[in-house]
């Protein structure tokens, strides 16, 4: 029974509940982008290399010259299909920098979160005080 009740409280803790949140925002985040480069970015790009779609771009490993990257598959040849991964790298870098500004609009907001420190004024020094009790006690004992 043991086992069971360790397993609910760490399923329970706010830091499971938080991570848990987060991959299924991560996961509909990455829709987002995907949709963001398949979209948007990669026709401007390929607008600018002259309709170069990088996701047909790919080399034949056997020599031979295929049409189109569907043909090469139909044949079942060896192929690198290095316009995915390029695919992949702009789709890590739009990642990366939706992530930066997510965070540096959060390191702000706790920047405006935490109030500026009072300065509490300072009181006498211990020294001042026991010469303050010192001299009161000196008036003290001189008035009958």
Do not use: C, W
């Amino acid at each position: 029974m043991s086992f069971i009740k360790d397993f609910k409280a760490f399923m329970l803790k706010g830091d499971i509940i938080a991570l848990a949140t987060a991959v299924v925002i991560g996961a509909a985040f990455n829709k987002i982008v995907a949709s963001v480069v398949a979209d948007v970015i990669m026709p401007i790009i390929g607008l600018i290399t002259g309709g170069t779609d990088f996701t047909q771009k790919f080399i034949s490993l056997d020599g031979q010259d295929y049409e189109s990257l569907e043909a090469a598959l139909e044949a079942e040849a060896a192929i690198l299909t290095y316009g995915n991964l390029i695919d992949a790298i702009i789709h890590f870098i739009i990642v990366a920098f939706f992530i930066f500004l997510v965070l540096r609009a959060y390191e702000r907001t706790k920047k405006e979160k935490e109030a500026p420190k009072l300065v509490e004024p300072k009181g006498p020094s211990q020294e001042e005080l026991l010469t303050e009790i010192r001299d009161e006690l000196k008036k003290q004992n001189k008035t009958p």
